[in-house]
């Protein structure tokens, strides 16, 4: 436990560092070219307290991340799903005009608040939803960071009610497969990870509507 307690404070400590550095950085995109890693790294470290594997759940896994990584596809070339938009240079790689992280992005959100609702909720239709709804709650918190960061623009400028209506749509797909597979994830650091990403892009959401 002091390990997991020691994990979230420098999480936290790298989150707040993150803040100020933005904010001090903030005319200076090229700097945000390696959010991809910070990404990886928080996926890397949410994977090292999982508490036990099972063989079947690499497919699923790779199948939350697959879904995800289409979704995107889907919508950054037909507008459907979330709106018309496109990704900038800060999530890194791209394949079919989406960052490969991406997927990895939707998978550790659908990992995180999973375990929040199955922490607080017993009914599996509530545990779908209120999983659903806290992803669309975080990308509520993300858009006006996203655009700032260099992560995605808006053709419109602004997100649409489309693409909260699909980010509900394709999280409840995901949760259900989740649910209905059976899937349950044992991770002490799941819960602090999502707050502390919840809290950070809260915080910059704030902060941009102040510079």
């Known amino acids: 436990m002091k390990t997991l307690k020691l994990v979230v404070i420098s999480l936290a400590i790298a989150h707040a560092i993150g803040v100020f550095g933005i904010a001090i950085c903030l005319h200076r995109p090229e700097l945000f070219a390696l959010t991809w890693v910070f990404l990886l790294v ?24 697959t879904i995800g990584f289409v979704a995107e596809v ?17 999530l890194g790689i791209k394949m079919f005009d989406v960052p490969l992280i991406i997927g990895l ?7 995180t608040s999973r375990v929040i609702v199955e922490k607080y909720f017993s009914s599996a239709v509530i545990r779908v939803v209120a ?22 623009t808006w053709r419109d400028g602004t997100p649409g009610i489309a693409n909260f209506i699909g980010w509900f749509g394709v999280a409840l797909l995901m949760h259900t497969i989740v649910e209905v597979m059976e899937f349950r994830f044992r991770n002490y650091i799941a819960i602090p990870l999502f707050i502390i990403q919840f809290v950070f892009f809260g915080l910059l959401t704030l902060l941009f509507f102040v510079i």
């Open 42 to 65: 928080s996926m890397a470290v949410l994977l090292l307290f999982q508490q036990s594997y099972s063989w079947y759940q690499l497919p699923i896994a790779l199948a939350i991340a």
């Open 74 to 90: 889907v919508g950054i070339h037909t507008g459907l799903l979330f709106g018309n938009y496109s990704y900038g240079a800060s």
């Open 105 to 111: 992005n939707w998978l550790m959100l659908v990992y």
């Open 131 to 152: 999983g659903a709804l806290l992803l669309v709650a975080y990308d509520l918190l993300v858009e006006i960071p996203a655009g700032r960061l260099d992560m995605w």
